[in-house]
């Protein structure tokens, strides 16, 4: 296991900063996740890390040695890629051992660490089989045993998920998660799906235009939004904003969308309240959710499917949020004015 740390790391293709001085570091044997949108600049940080891309400026360390002019062998990295890169005429097993092959282990020690790799994967009973033979989870496993059997510091991970189809990304995201935590490998992990990052990451670090806008745990990026991009980036439906009518700076009230409650009289001075009008409403099987707005704001509330809510579509109607729910941003930059003194993660 390994600490990965960058420091002001910028990457520039023909004079544009694809990743713009990023200072980022993992703890050892977590699983960090890369969380943006496409173009954020999140596998061009992966591939600076891997050795893949150099750096325009700045340093990486891996283990505490410096690697930014170090090759990808020299690393003692594993990475896995979208596309998994199996060799389509071999074996799984020879899949697995091509490492091996290539650093010229001998034959006994290649046999011992694939059969290894294989049991923990569950794909020991796939070993004489081609590529094609497999399904998309398979070959997602073949591409870790042979990131694993180069018994690497730290695992870097591409999207890996992403050629699968929904149920089945779902139950990978389980065996990848538990492999991690068996193996205790460092991992960095790119994705943009936000439920993967939720589901699976010790902390998430929210990436855009190639800067990282917040480092943190997946309830602290949740509750606490450093600022406006990440409180509506993170959440479906995101959190709702809205300008605070009775403040004399420009600023936005922001809560989400399940804390948002029709009001009634034994509430309290503990919540603040709204006038809602209610557009429509959507059902979703184990939810329900009511779109309307708030003055000229859009603002979206959600409930169990279950919950003995009657609103009439077109009606407006109290509605409010507890005043500790309730989060204050500038309106114009966008931060955050009311984050704990002890904010989770930093920005970069």
């Not at 990451?201 to 235009?209: L, P, S």
């Amino acid at each position: 296991m390994a600490v990965v740390e960058v420091r002001d790391l910028v990457k520039r293709f023909d004079g544009v900063a694809a990743v713009d001085g990023i200072d980022l570091a993992s703890a050892d044997g977590e699983f960090l996740v890369l969380l943006g949108s496409s173009g954020c600049g999140k596998t061009t940080l992966l591939r600076m890390i891997g050795g893949l891309e150099p750096p325009t400026e700045g340093d990486i360390l891996i283990g505490g040695r410096v690697v930014t002019d170090l090759p990808p062998r020299a690393r003692q990295i594993a990475m896995v890629f979208q596309s998994y890169a199996l060799y389509p005429h071999m074996s799984v097993a020879n899949n697995i051992a091509f490492p091996l092959k290539a650093a010229r282990l001998p034959k006994a020690e290649q046999t011992k660490r694939v059969a290894w790799a294989a049991g923990i994967l569950g794909i020991d009973g796939l070993l004489d089989r081609k590529p094609r033979q497999l399904s998309g989870g398979q070959r997602q496993r073949v591409a870790l045993a042979r990131a694993l059997v180069r018994e690497p510091t730290v695992f870097l991970l591409d999207e890996p998920l992403s050629n699968l189809d929904a149920q089945r990304r779902a139950s990978a995201r389980d065996e990848l998660q538990g492999f991690q935590r068996r193996v205790g490998t460092t991992t960095i992990y790119v994705t943009h799906d936000q439920v993967e990052a939720m589901g699976m990451g010790d902390r998430i670090a929210v990436m855009e235009q190639g800067r990282i806008r917040q480092v943190g745990t997946p309830h602290e990026i949740y509750d606490e939004p450093a600022d406006t991009f990440v409180a509506t980036f993170l959440g479906s439906p995101p959190m709702n904003l809205i300008p605070e009518s009775d403040s004399a700076a420009s600023e936005l009230l922001g809560f989400r969308p399940e804390h948002f409650i029709p009001w009634t009289p034994e509430m309290g001075d503990d919540w603040v309240r709204f006038p809602y009008h209610v557009h429509r409403t959507e059902y979703l099987g184990a939810e329900r959710l009511l779109y309307g707005q708030i003055g000229e704001a859009k603002a979206v509330a959600r409930f169990p499917a279950n919950a003995d809510i009657a609103v009439d579509i077109g009606s407006t109607t109290e509605f409010a949020v507890r005043r500790g729910d309730l989060k204050r941003f500038d309106a114009e930059m966008g931060l955050r004015l009311d984050r704990p003194p002890n904010g989770n993660g930093r920005r970069s």
